[in-house]
């Protein structure tokens, strides 16, 4: 009797010493690797390893005037090989970019791209493949994620493609932020049947965990302020620096191995913090623009803050091991030790499925808050990014209807189905507030941005465990102060319109407001005044509009940027007017949308044997995220070991059963 019983507890010894096997990548049927839907390793001396790989270079040049940023980013591409290649790259971008220009560059040939429809500038671009003429394609995968394909790269060819945008950068407690994003983190393949639109892109390559990406990765800022510069942070990368002034310095990157896995960030401040408050005018093909940028009042600090209530939706899948969970466990220890006693709390952990703290939300405790960070302490990260299903799980949460009620996601928003999160939100939020905390150094800010603005809040990025801290304790700023709230925007001697945002959102601690819109019919004393109710009662804020600068050629785009950013966050129920409105926005004022790309063709044809090599261009893992981020996803842990138990108990049973068959 005991033999059976010891074939099989050796059955489950050998299950448990190949379970990292079983979760790293499943095989199919015929015993072979599949291949994976989230992105996979790339090997070098594969396949794609006769012909080096194109991309040598990527370096952005940019000016910042204030907070308005210009950024030309540049790609040098170079076949080494012997055969022409077609390559695909994948990279990010700024959620805020209005995207308006692109110009290929071959030897002294330099064509400009022309902005088409998205399937057109398709079709152009696979007819100049086929043809062998040399092309590029640029088109938006999401808001912040871009794909970079170039055709008919001939042996020895250096390619430059360029791509051009622009973004309005906003100041908080008076510390304005420049990013430029580093690389495009792995998404989550679970969640592929309900993304919007084409996710082949979440196929891409990656470079092993700690390999060297050998493209070279550069930063040059030019830096010219209306105000005195009073300090400079880039926390994210070493910087050498030129000033040519109190209001000019010019930056640039140190070489460094890695330089791209990962976000550049850019702080700086103004004299005495300042913010730079007023209204910028600019006239294009007979429309005016004007950009509103006003300072808050100060922070008043309520004798009495009402009781509120806090839902932490915490992400604790496979991307999250490591490092990201690490820092999340810092983030959240902060959070909940700076509520308050009469705050109330409750805590949901998510991957593939999802546990909950308490069925009802808990006081604010030192026992309770002990009792969530024990259970926070027990995550290790493994399995799927199901945020959908987490959200439902977390609006379908009742609480005090007395009481503000505040949810607060952690993730590093490495999915795929944004569009439907956004729809959920707006469609479900009511009288939440959807905070989000994108955790690492390479988050998908599309997302994190996204669905805070969906959900009338506000977005922080965490970067590492010391910054943390210092993002909770911002966090508790805007939620402890009173906002200025009922904000209107009217005008005298003027008529204003087409105003984004369509409805101002409160204001939250020290973040100035921003409206940018077209106006009409301006009298020769016409103001723009800008009102709501704060701490101390009624506040308002008056300029004259023949006193706006009138030098800023990119309102414009930056304005039909923000319309599309609206459009973008809270999708239209009738699709077709949705699409046409944003094809309209990204011809007429030459933006990449997700409807719209740019192609740029050499007429010459180059490539008469129509003999190339496809590649794809592998990414370096953002900094800090670990190989399990990347293969096929699987299921729970939990739910592999139920399966294993179930069928061991089917063996022992039946032999138990075999046995006394055989000794009856």
Same mark, same amino acid.
């Given at each position: 009797?005991?033999?059976?019983?010891?074939?099989?507890?050796?059955?489950?010894?050998?299950?448990?010493?190949?379970?990292?096997? %079983?979760?790293?990548?499943?095989?199919?049927?015929?015993?072979?690797? #599949?291949?994976?839907?989230?992105?996979?390793?790339?090997?070098?001396?594969?396949?794609?390893?006769?012909?080096?790989?194109?991309?040598?270079?990527?370096?952005?040049?940019?000016?910042?005037?204030?907070?308005?940023?210009?950024?030309?980013?540049?790609?040098?591409?170079?076949?080494?090989?012997?055969?022409?290649?077609?390559?695909?790259?994948?990279?990010?971008?700024?959620?805020?970019?209005?995207?308006?220009?692109?110009?290929?560059?071959?030897?002294?040939?330099?064509? *400009?791209?022309?902005?088409?429809?998205?399937?057109?500038?398709?079709?152009?671009?696979?007819?100049?493949?086929?043809?062998?003429?040399?092309?590029?394609? !640029?088109?938006?995968?999401?808001?912040?994620?871009?794909?970079? +394909?170039?055709?008919?790269?001939? #042996?020895?060819?250096?390619?430059?493609?360029?791509?051009?945008?622009?973004?309005?950068?906003?100041?908080?407690?008076?510390?304005?932020?420049?990013?430029?994003?580093?690389?495009?983190?792995?998404?989550?393949?679970?969640?592929?049947?309900?993304?919007?639109?084409?996710?082949?892109? =979440?196929?891409?390559?990656?470079?092993?965990?700690?390999? *060297?990406?050998?493209?070279?990765?550069?930063?040059?800022?030019?830096?010219?302020?209306?105000?005195?510069?009073?300090?400079?942070?880039?926390?994210?990368?070493?910087?050498?620096?030129?000033?040519?002034?109190?209001?000019?310095?010019?930056?640039?990157?140190?070489?460094?191995?890695?330089?791209?896995?990962?976000?550049?960030?850019?702080?700086?401040?103004?004299?005495?913090?300042? =913010?730079?408050?007023?209204?910028?005018?600019?006239?294009?093909?007979?429309?005016?623009?004007?950009?509103?940028?006003?300072? &808050?009042?100060?922070?008043?600090?309520?004798?009495?803050? &009402?009781?509120?209530?806090?839902?932490?939706?915490?992400?604790?899948?496979?991307?999250?091991?490591?490092?990201?969970?690490?820092?999340?466990?810092?983030?959240?220890?902060?959070?909940?030790?700076?509520?308050?006693?009469?705050?109330?709390?409750?805590?949901?952990?998510?991957?593939?499925?999802?546990?909950?703290?308490?069925?009802?939300?808990?006081?604010?405790?030192?026992?309770?808050?002990?009792?969530?960070?024990?259970?926070?302490?027990?995550?290790?990260?493994?399995?799927?990014?199901?945020?959908?299903?987490?959200?439902? /799980?977390?609006?379908?949460?009742?609480?005090?209807?007395?009481?503000?009620?505040?949810? %607060?996601?952690?993730?590093?928003?490495?999915?795929?189905?944004?569009?439907?999160?956004?729809?959920?939100?707006?469609?479900?939020?009511?009288?939440?507030?959807?905070?989000?905390?994108?955790?690492?150094?390479?988050?998908?800010?599309?997302? =994190? +941005?996204?669905?805070?603005?969906?959900?009338?809040?506000?977005?922080?990025?965490?970067?590492?465990?010391?910054?943390?801290?210092?993002?909770?304790?911002?966090?508790?700023?805007?939620?402890?102060?009173?906002?200025?709230?009922?904000?209107?925007?009217?005008?005298?001697?003027?008529?204003?319109?087409?105003?984004?945002?369509?409805?101002?959102?409160?204001? !939250?601690?020290? /973040?100035?407001?921003?409206?940018?819109?077209?106006?009409?019919?301006?009298?020769?004393?016409?103001?723009?005044?800008?009102?709501?109710?704060?701490?101390?009662?009624?506040?308002?804020?008056?300029?004259?509009?023949?006193?706006?600068?009138?030098?800023?050629?990119?309102?414009?785009?930056?304005?039909? /940027?923000?319309?599309?950013?609206?459009?973008?966050?809270?999708?239209?129920?009738?699709?077709?007017?949705?699409?046409?409105?944003?094809?309209?926005?990204?011809?007429?004022?030459?933006?990449?949308?997700?409807?719209?790309?740019?192609?740029?063709?050499?007429?010459?044809?180059?490539?008469?044997?129509?003999?190339?090599?496809?590649?794809?261009?592998?990414? #370096?893992?953002?900094?800090?995220?670990?190989?399990?981020?990347?293969?096929?996803?699987?299921?729970?842990?939990?739910?592999?070991?139920?399966?294993?138990?179930?069928?061991?108990?089917?063996?022992?049973?039946?032999?138990?059963?075999?046995?006394?068959? =055989?000794?009856?």
């Amino acid at each position: 009797m005991c033999a059976p019983f010891a074939r099989v507890f050796c059955t489950l010894a050998a299950l448990i010493a190949l379970s990292p096997l %079983v979760r790293g990548q499943p095989a199919d049927a015929d015993g072979k690797p #599949p291949a994976p839907l989230s992105p996979y390793f790339f090997v070098a001396g594969g396949d794609s390893g006769v012909d080096r790989l194109p991309l040598k270079q990527t370096r952005a040049d940019v000016r910042l005037n204030g907070f308005i940023a210009s950024v030309q980013m540049s790609q040098v591409y170079r076949n080494e090989g012997t055969r022409p290649i077609n390559a695909t790259y994948i990279f990010p971008g700024s959620t805020r970019a209005a995207v308006n220009g692109m110009t290929m560059t071959i030897g002294e040939r330099r064509i *400009v791209a022309k902005i088409k429809e998205k399937e057109e500038a398709r079709q152009v671009f696979d007819a100049a493949r086929q043809a062998g003429k040399s092309a590029s394609l !640029l088109s938006q995968k999401r808001a912040n994620v871009f794909s970079m +394909e170039v055709a008919n790269i001939m #042996p020895g060819d250096e390619v430059t493609v360029a791509l051009t945008y622009t973004e309005i950068l906003t100041a908080e407690d008076g510390v304005y932020e420049f990013v430029y994003p580093g690389v495009v983190g792995p998404r989550y393949g679970g969640d592929a049947e309900h993304a919007a639109g084409d996710v082949a892109w =979440i196929q891409n390559p990656y470079l092993a965990e700690g390999a *060297v990406d050998q493209v070279t990765y550069g930063i040059n800022i030019t830096m010219t302020s209306p105000l005195p510069i009073s300090s400079l942070e880039c926390s994210s990368h070493e910087l050498d620096s030129v000033w040519i002034d109190r209001q000019s310095v010019q930056l640039s990157l140190k070489r460094e191995a890695n330089a791209g896995n990962r976000d550049f960030i850019l702080h700086y401040r103004l004299q005495n913090d300042r =913010i730079l408050t007023g209204v910028t005018r600019f006239e294009a093909q007979g429309e005016n623009y004007f950009l509103l940028v006003s300072e &808050p009042p100060k922070r008043v600090v309520p004798e009495q803050i &009402p009781a509120r209530d806090y839902f932490f939706i915490v992400d604790v899948s496979g991307s999250m091991s490591g490092f990201p969970l690490e820092t999340a466990r810092h983030l959240m220890v902060n959070l909940l030790r700076s509520l308050k006693p009469s705050d109330r709390f409750n805590v949901l952990f998510f991957a593939g499925g999802s546990s909950v703290l308490s069925p009802q939300p808990l006081a604010a405790t030192p026992e309770n808050i002990a009792l969530a960070e024990a259970m926070m302490n027990n995550q290790r990260g493994g399995g799927g990014t199901e945020l959908y299903t987490a959200l439902q /799980r977390a609006f379908a949460m009742g609480g005090d209807e007395n009481a503000s009620r505040s949810i %607060v996601l952690v993730t590093d928003g490495y999915i795929s189905a944004e569009a439907r999160l956004f729809k959920l939100v707006d469609e479900q939020l009511q009288r939440n507030n959807l905070f989000t905390f994108g955790i690492g150094t390479s988050v998908n800010r599309f997302l =994190i +941005e996204g669905l805070a603005r969906a959900g009338r809040a506000e977005a922080f990025v965490v970067t590492s465990a010391a910054d943390a801290a210092q993002k909770s304790q911002q966090f508790n700023k805007y939620i402890s102060t009173p906002a200025l709230t009922n904000i209107r925007v009217h005008a005298e001697g003027v008529e204003l319109y087409d105003m984004e945002p369509a409805k101002v959102p409160d204001m !939250l601690a020290q /973040r100035p407001v921003m409206v940018i819109g077209k106006y009409r019919k301006a009298a020769g004393n016409a103001r723009i005044t800008l009102q709501g109710v704060g701490g101390l009662g009624e506040q308002q804020w008056s300029f004259l509009l023949e006193d706006a600068l009138s030098s800023d050629s990119t309102l414009p785009q930056l304005w039909a /940027r923000k319309r599309l950013e609206r459009l973008d966050v809270v999708p239209d129920e009738n699709e077709a007017r949705q699409r046409s409105s944003i094809v309209e926005l990204g011809l007429q004022y030459s933006l990449l949308t997700r409807y719209t790309s740019f192609v740029a063709v050499d007429e010459t044809v180059r490539n008469t044997a129509a003999d190339t090599t496809n590649v794809k261009q592998p990414l #370096p893992l953002p900094k800090g995220v670990s190989n399990l981020a990347v293969g096929r996803p699987m299921p729970e842990p939990e739910l592999v070991w139920i399966g294993i138990a179930v069928l061991l108990l089917s063996c022992v049973i039946g032999r138990w059963r075999r046995y006394h068959a =055989i000794s009856a």
